[in-house]
Nanobody, 122 residues
Framework: VQLQASGGGLVQAGGSLRLSCAAS????????MGWFRQAPGKEREIVAA????????HYADSVRGRFTISGDNAKNTVYLQMNILKPEDMAVYYC????????????????WGQGTQVTVSS
């Protein structure tokens, strides 16, 4: 499974961006997908995740209410709509896929996409 992330860029604080992650195919080992981010000098953290099977979602406390993760089954694509962006959201964002929502949230992912930079100017 190959994951292709896109949609990063430069935005002012308070603005919005939408990230996309297209999977080349879906397998039982990629039945959940998520977005992670890593800022300079910080550890990678889960941002949001979604189960293809149940549609259940998970959000980090820091983004809940501002970010929305969704999936398009027909396109094998997951989106991350990011609203009310803050300077602290600035990071490289990675999409990943794995078995089950809980596993993805824990970072136990079998597949990782390349990162896409999100820059938020204050």
């Amino acid at each position: 499974v190959q994951l292709q992330a896109s949609g990063g860029g430069l935005v002012q604080a308070g603005g919005s961006l939408r990230l996309s992650c297209a999977a080349s195919r879906r397998t039982i080992s990629s039945n959940a997908m998520g977005w992670f981010r890593q800022a300079p000098g910080k550890e990678r953290e889960i941002v949001a995740a979604i189960s293809w099977y149940s549609g259940s979602t998970h959000y980090a406390d820091s983004v809940r209410g501002r970010f929305t993760i969704s999936g398009d089954n027909a396109k094998n694509t997951v989106y991350l709509q990011m609203n009310i962006l803050k300077p602290e959201d600035m990071a490289v964002y990675y999409c990943a896929a794995g078995v089950g929502l809980r596993g993805v949230v824990a970072g136990t992912c079998d597949y990782w996409g390349q990162g896409t930079q999100v820059t938020v100017s204050s």
